[in-house]
């Protein structure tokens, strides 16, 4: 090979390049050649330095990438470091504005203590004045009273006497035991009678007074004291008794005694006073006193009793409001009557009690009706007690309407609301992560809507129903090119049920397909009749694609809450109900509640359902802690004991304590009930299996995310129940697959559903060990169906009867060695030997058996076709008659569906 010279395969491992590589360079310079051709070295040359270039140019590039990698790294980290600074400064101005608001907060509580300060101060200036004023009213009327009577008095006593009134002014005094004492005597016993105050100074020694002796006769003694009695104890003015009753009545309002001076005796008359035992007109004065206090205080007395007895036949019109399963204890304080009466007459009838026994309702009724009483059940213990600790109705304010979203599956409800929230969203978002809990509120021209979104499928029954109760205004979503659907009806059903006003919004007009005329039409056969063709509820078309009417759909509902005109009280505890709750794997349990009344503030004791609480925080739909919650407020209540369930009334308390003791009952009454139900649905299935021995049950543990997807497929998945097989739900939970879910499913050989949540390690060893069936899963549809199939794998199958042949029967020949043979013809199919058969005779069937032999011009055949003669013998029959019917058959066992 002469020097200089290479082939190109030597070439292509050189430059590490590949053959072909070369071959096209060598055919651009229209040189042919190929991996073992012979190239001359001026050629060589060319070939390494074109492909030498080309390896300087794909090194250039490489460091050029490289480069251009380095600075792209380098921008990164300076706008990641501008970032970080930028969030730094937003957290630092986000940690101001909360400490302004809550400096803001504080003032405002401040300024409205002193403003109620002021306000009680005002009213109790106000009041000391009144008193003052009705006391010196009194006091004139009292006086004006007394004097009129005097002068009453004093012009009879001379129109008696027969004299004439003197110039001088002559002091009248009372008598009492034949003696005029003056009414100074009368206060100085009646404080003497009194127990000295220690509190009280001590008061100078009165001068005692002489006292006049009048000749009246017994008689008159009696009927003046008497009549002193029915008298008040005081009197303004110093009076004689007499026989006046409407103006004794008037007298018995005096409170006081006015004190004058002892008249004194005219000595010009002659006459002189007799002697009078002081101590005897002192002791008949204290005790008449006494009397008339006595009775004073028996009289007020007595009217009290009469009251409360009055309001207790009102209120308890014997009718008692108790839980059912209470203890006989708490049965006897209800009936008040003694727990021994309750026991003696369960044994009267029969049932052994004791006074910590549980009682179940029939048991109550039954004791109450037997002491006179009558029986209501409360749903929830202590309801009255959470009822009584509400708001007093004061202080109405608007509130914003609660809209629910409602409408068949995908039909764009959460679209719209989606739209809505981004264009809409409230302002002031911060940087954190937005938490969807199902509600939402917007802001419209400076008004607020809540939303509640509810899920379209059918499963979620229970969650439709419970959104249009606690909502004010039900938006239902009708696709354009869908019409009305199954859960559209249902929606309507629900909002028309609950009395609340609908809006009907036709979504999807940006479709070609879009028929609103047909959605109307459908909806009028509903009975729902919309403004455009004359009716009462509105319509508005819309596009949560390209947010065509939503803006004319807000104006609707806020014209829909304006004739509402709803209001709420924003003072005193909060209540509100649960929308949706789950067990949140950091922050525990987690409830999401709608507040419908009063002012909800972080640390505030609650109760909700069986379970107590103390909020440890709120957040709303985007996150952010708030410190209190108004009327129509969603917010996420942190603090729960345990996750409630969706539909619970939340209410605050203000003793803790008493929201313990409430829960506590409530639990233990939930337990009991519990344990009865399971207890009786254990006794009836076995006296039902002794009955049947049909039914076959599918046991179930279903645990999920939230409380609602729950619900949804422990309906779902009763309904799939038949007689033959049915579901037994015996545990629905929140929150992972645990240890104890695994045990209950073993003991009790059942199936674990979950939805939405995972297994823990220590569990999912567990049921390996305990070989139990764990399904995991996201769609509710997946799970119907595989639980369906369960119960069909379950069912017996079918047993049907398959026609092979028919042959009829047209000679009945005698045959000595072997009886009676069917000379018979094959009607239709064929017929095989050794196949079931069954005669019949008209409509009736004679026998069913085998076909013993089958046999062709006297040569034992396997089976016989359409359209030929045969003789059948039958084992155990040969009561043939010609005309007889033969139909050969097979029986096959056939999968049943559940319908």
Same mark, same amino acid.
């Given at each position: ?22 071959? #096209? ?10 991996? #073992? ?53 937003? =957290? ?98 009646? *404080? ?8 009280? !100074? ?54 006081? @005694? ?5 008249? &004194? ?15 005897? &007109? ?23 009793? +009469? ?45 052994? +009690? ?30 009255? =007690? ?62 607020? @809507? ?42 309507? *059903? ?12 036709? *979504? ?68 509100? +109900? ?10 525990? !349990? ?53 996750? !409630? ?13 008493? +929201? ?29 299996? @002794? ?31 038949? !007689? ?33 949540? #995972? ?43 398959? &026609? ?69 013998? @039958? ?18 066992? &056939?999968?049943?569906? =559940?319908?």
């Amino acid at each position: 090979m002469p020097s200089g010279k290479q082939r190109v395969f030597q070439l292509s491992k050189k430059l590490n390049r590949a053959s072909t590589e070369i071959i #096209n360079f060598l055919d651009s310079m229209q040189i042919a050649a190929g991996p #073992n051709t012979l190239i001359e070295a001026d050629i060589v040359e060319k070939v390494l330095n074109h492909f030498d270039t080309d390896a300087k140019k794909v090194g250039q590039a490489q460091w050029e990438r490289i480069e251009r990698a380095r600075q792209i790294e380098a921008t990164k980290k300076q706008q990641e470091a501008q970032k970080k600074s930028e969030e730094d400064a937003r =957290l630092k101005a986000e940690e101001e504005r909360m400490k302004k608001l809550r400096e803001m907060q504080e003032a405002k509580k401040r300024e409205l203590e002193q403003k109620r300060e002021e306000e009680l101060r005002k009213q109790k200036e106000e009041e000391i004045k009144r008193k003052k004023q009705e006391e010196l009213e009194m006091k004139r009327k009292e006086e004006e009273a007394a004097a009129k009577l005097l002068a009453q008095e004093e012009k009879k006593k001379k129109v008696v006497s027969g004299q004439q009134p003197k110039k001088k002014k002559e002091i009248k005094a009372a008598t009492v035991g034949g003696a005029v004492v003056s009414s100074e005597n009368i206060a100085e016993i009646k *404080n003497e009678s009194a127990p000295e105050s220690p509190a009280a !100074p001590k008061k100078t020694a009165r001068k005692k007074k002489k006292v006049k002796v009048l000749t009246d006769s017994e008689t008159e003694f009696e009927t003046k004291l008497d009549e002193l009695k029915k008298r008040h104890k005081s009197a303004t003015k110093r009076v004689r008794i007499i026989e006046d009753i409407p103006r004794i009545e008037q007298l018995k309002k005096k409170k006081t @005694i006015a004190e004058e001076p002892v008249s &004194v005796p005219d000595r010009k008359s002659g006459h002189r006073p007799g002697k009078v035992n002081q101590e005897e &007109v002192t002791q008949t004065i204290k005790k008449t006193l006494n009397t008339l206090d006595d009775r004073k205080s028996r009289r007020k007395h007595h009217k009290k009793t +009469v009251v409360h007895t009055d309001e207790e036949t009102t209120s308890a019109s014997d009718t008692i409001s108790v839980t059912e399963y209470i203890s006989v204890e708490e049965l006897a304080r209800h009936l008040d009557v003694s727990h021994t009466d309750i026991i003696t007459k369960c044994l009267s009838m029969n049932q052994m +009690v004791t006074i910590n026994q549980r009682l179940d309702w029939d048991m109550i009724e039954i004791l109450a009706s037997e002491f006179g009483y009558s029986v209501s059940r409360l749903d929830e213990y202590a309801e009255e =007690l959470v009822e009584e600790a509400g708001t007093d109705g004061a202080d109405l304010r608007w509130r914003a309407p609660v809209v629910t979203v409602m409408g068949h599956v995908d039909h764009g409800k959460t679209s719209i609301l989606d739209y809505i929230r981004s264009t809409r969203v409230v302002e002031g978002e911060s940087g954190g992560i937005t938490q969807h809990i199902g509600a939402y509120r917007v802001k419209i021209n400076d008004q607020t @809507i809540t939303f509640l979104d509810t899920p379209g499928h059918e499963a979620f029954t229970a969650m439709r129903a419970r959104g249009a109760q606690i909502t004010d205004i039900v938006v239902v979503v009708v696709a354009a090119d869908d019409g009305v659907m199954p859960q559209t009806k249902e929606a309507i *059903n629900h909002a028309q049920a609950a009395g609340v006003p609908i809006v009907i919004a036709i *979504n999807k007009m940006d479709k070609p397909a879009a028929e609103p005329e047909r959605v109307i039409r459908e909806l009028a056969s509903l009975n729902v009749l919309v403004e455009s063709w004359g009716g009462k509820v509105q319509d508005v078309q819309v596009s949560a694609k390209t947010g065509l009417g939503i803006d004319k759909l807000l104006e609707s509902l806020l014209l829909e809450a304006e004739m509402l005109d709803l209001q709420a009280p924003y003072d005193g505890f909060g209540k509100g +109900v649960v929308v949706e709750s789950r067990l949140d794997k950091g922050l525990g !349990p987690v409830a999401t509640v709608l507040v419908k009344r009063g002012t909800l503030k972080v640390g505030d004791p609650f109760i909700c359902g069986r379970h107590a609480g103390r909020v440890r925080a709120m957040l709303n739909e985007k996150g952010e802690r708030l410190l209190e919650a108004k009327p129509a407020d969603p917010v996420q209540i942190q603090g729960f004991d345990d996750v !409630p369930q969706a539909g619970d009334q939340f209410a605050v308390m203000a003793d803790e304590r008493e +929201v313990r003791r409430i829960a506590q009952e409530r639990q233990r009454l939930y337990r009991e009930q519990e344990f009865r139900s399971y207890s009786l649905l254990t006794l009836d299935e076995i006296s039902r299996q @002794i009955i049947d021995g049909k039914t076959k049950e599918l046991n179930l543990i279903i645990k999920g995310d939230v409380d609602g997807s729950v619900e949804a497929l422990a309906d779902s998945f009763m309904k799939l129940s038949t !007689p033959e097989v049915a579901v037994r739900v015996i545990h629905k939970g929140i929150g992972m697959i645990n240890e104890s879910d695994i045990q209950l499913a073993s003991a009790s050989k059942a199936i674990i559903i979950g939805f939405h949540v #995972n297994t823990n390690i220590k569990a999912k060893e567990l049921s390996q060990v305990l070989n139990v069936e764990i399904r995991n899963y996201t769609i509710i549809y997946d799970a119907e169906h595989d639980v369906k199939l369960a119960l069909e794998g379950m069912l017996e199958p079918e047993r049907i009867k398959e &026609v092979l042949g028919t042959l009829e029967i047209r000679q009945v020949i005698k045959v000595p060695k072997y009886g009676k043979v069917a000379g018979s013809y094959v009607t239709s199919g064929k017929v095989q030997r050794n196949s079931q058969i069954r005669i019949l005779r008209g409509d009736k069937e004679q026998f069913t058996g085998y076909l013993t032999s089958l046999k062709r011009h006297k040569d034992d055949v396997k089976e016989v076709k359409e359209g030929l003669e045969c003789g059948v013998l @039958i084992d155990g029959y040969d009561l043939y008659e010609e005309g007889d019917i033969i139909e050969s058959y097979i029986e096959k066992s &056939v999968k049943r569906t =559940l319908a």
